[in-house]
Structure formats: structure tokens, C-alpha cells
């Protein structure tokens, strides 16, 4: 599918371009597998498509100017992000409750930083984008998990919710919150890996659960622009108040491919908080954009760049149906997804058989698997645990395939027994992709 001038079906080789990504995926895969099958590179966050036109001319502009000295913050950059919030949320935002980044994780870190002391408890749920873990550790904070629940449909659900969603566990959260010094609750919305994007019911639950025990909410909102088309998207700053401690990091990186120009909007109702995180900010050197960063950024708020985003929406929505149709009967299910451009896949079925049989209720406490036969087995012979299962499978998957998945373990011990894939590839791409996948399932 192509939408006028935004061909999402052309293969860009990004090999030997610096990209981390792909810089990774070879040389990870054996080079001799490397020879048999085309690499496909499927679990780092970015996209296979070009950024929209008007998103490259920006850019280019600048380029051909040929100075790139050090770059001013005009209010325009304020004046988008409030346009867009309204434009596409239906929130209204002041420009003085707008901050800017040089990129979400240098602000998530240094926000942690700001409202937490060395020790304090940071809590998030899991399975969750793991370079939050990196963040925290690294700030000397302790990470503090409470896992998603499964929910079995209920009346009133939409059609493509019908299979049930993932939901928090707040009795669960202020168990901890009244036996733990916990500082930050760690908000991922949309949620990373599972897609889920949280309604004004539950953001609003939150907020009062964590206000009762003076608990700030950080709200990574990397995904927010890539919901299912016809799916609302409700940041936390639509149903924040003045006086929450509440804060978000909004930004293009994800939604637009342009996570290496590094610019992102931290949004705060709370005019005290946000200029709190804003001095921490700049005390650890995270508050200044480069050169091309605005104007990217205005281009993709821009509606030529509106109009690429919700063309690109549905070409992965339409990927995400073609994953779903390759793994029907291979024991493996990709589960339904409000947002973003991963697919989470169950592979606990296939995990189980080929460990002899096992059931969840063969799993004990610590995660360990009782009575594995490793006998039989085609992938590489499985450990004592669904988290080593999950590794081996998605290492076996590599190795002999040529396919780079992320082991759902890395967001987590909660992610055992799943995998998430990048869906924003070429249709061609996912579709061998799939075909690989399965093959590996069988």
C-alpha cells in the first residue's frame, strides 16, 4: 500500500549507514546465515520507511545552508506542541506548561534524578520498555515491579478488543506504596511492548493512587502518535490538574522515524514541577536541540506531515493483520494492540511443548520449570526457566534464520514466554519475516 507520494513498500537497504540497528542485527547473526537468508533486523524501535517529505526538505534546508552552529528556542517550537496536542487530542496545553528535551531517555533519566533520592523505589509495570531499568539502575534508584494482568473481554469492548487487554494492578501498587519508599511511578503510554493505550478512567485512577501517597508520575509518551486509526489516544496531561505532580515526555521520534535527531516536549500541568525537571534538566546538559532538530520537528507537526503519519498508521495496521493471518495454527498469537508499530507475540505455548509438555502451572514461583525433558528439542537445548526458554528461542530464531526478534525477557521477567517484533517494515519484509518465524515455530 502507498498513499500519493509515501511509498511504504519500498526496501531501503540501511546497511552500512551507522545505524544501530541494523549495525547490531549483523553482528549478532552468524555469517554464514548471514549468506543463506537476507538479515532482517525486527526488534530495535525505529522504521524501515523514510521520514515524510516534508519532514527530508526540512532537513535538507538546513543542510544546504551549511552552517550548523549552536540553535536558538524560538516559541514556535511551544506553539507546535500545543497545536498538536489540541489538533490531535483534543487537549489543550499553555505554552508555558511546554519544556524541551534533547530526547526522551537523556530527559526520563534526568527527571528520575530530580524527584528521587539515591535508594528510593521507582515503580513500573511490567513487562516494560527495558531501557527504563538501565535509567534507574544507573541513577542509583531501585526498580520497583508490579506486573500487567490479562483481562478477559467485557461487555462494551470494540471489536478489535474483543480478545481483552492488558490492565494495571492497582491493589497490587498500593500494597508496595504503603510498605516502600517509593519516589516515581513510571507511566509507559502507550504501553511498550504491549500496545496498550491507558483511558482517562485508569490515567485518572493512577494519578489519585500516587497523589495519596506523594508519588510523582513520569508518563513516557514515545508512541502516542501511533494509535490503531479510529483509536482515541488520552495523554496524562489531559486529565492532569495543576497541582498533580504529574509529567510527561512527549515527542516525533517514534511516530515520525527521527529518533537520531533527538527532540522531545516535556509537559507538565503543574508549572512548579515542570520548572523543576526543566533546571534538572539543564544541569545534566539535556535541554539544548541541535540544528536540525525544529525544524524536523514543525515539519512532522505540519499537516504534509500529519497526513504521511496517519497513511504510515494504517499501512502497519495492515501489517499487523498480515502477522496475525501467518500465525494462525503455529501455536504463537499476536495479541491485539491499541498503539504502536510492535507486535507482542505469545510464544508460552510453543515454549511449553517444546520443554516436555509443561503448563504454566508446571512454572514454580521463581520461574523455574519442573521436569524438563530437553529431549527432541529444535531450537538450542532449554534451561531451567521460561526466561531462558524465551532466549534460547529468539537466539535460535537468529542464528539460524537470520531474524532479529526482542526477547520479551529484556523487558522484564514478566516478558518470559513472549517476543516483540517491529511491524514497521515493508509488507514484502514482514511477510518473509513471518514466514521465517514460523518455520522456527514448527
Partial sequence: MTGDQFDFDAIHSRMGTGSAKWDHALQQIPVQIAKQYAPIAA????????????????????????IFGYASLPETFQEAVSCWFARRYDCKLD????????????????????????????????????????????????????????SAATDGCSESESAGRWIMDFAAMEDILQCDRISVFVLCSPHNPTGTIWDAQELRQLLELMGKYNVAVLSDEAH?????????????????????????????SKPFNMAGLQISAVVSRNRSLLERVLVGINRDEAGEQNIFALPALLAAYSPEGERWLDVMRSYVWQNRQLVADHLRGSGAELLPADATYLGWIDIRKVLEVRAGGISAADIDGDGGIEGVDASGSAFPEPQSSMVQLTDEFVAHVRDHYALTLSSGTSFGPAGAGFIRMNLAMPASVVDEACRRLVAALQ
Fill in 224 to 252: 502516542a502518535d501511533i494509535s490503531a486509526p479510529g483509536k482515541r489516544y488520552t495523554p496524562l496531561a489531559a486529565v492532569a490538574g495543576p497541582h498533580d505532580w504529574a509529567v510527561s515526555i512527549n515527542s516525533p
Fill in 95 to 150: 505554552i508555558h506548561e511546554i519544556g524541551l528535551s534533547a530526547g526522551t531517555i537523556p530527559a526520563f533519566s534526568s527527571i528520575i534524578r530530580s524527584l528521587s533520592s539515591p535508594g528510593d523505589g521507582v515503580m513500573l509495570c511490567t513487562p516494560v520498555y527495558g531501557i527504563f531499568f538501565n535509567c534507574i539502575r544507573n541513577s542509583g534508584r531501585r526498580c520497583v515491579e508490579v506486573p500487567l494482568h490479562w
Fill in 43 to 66: 526488534d530495535i524501535a525505529d522504521m524501515e520507511f523514510q521520514c515524510a517529505p516534508a519532514i527530508r526538505e526540512a532537513v535538507m534546508k538546513v543542510a544546504q545552508h551549511g
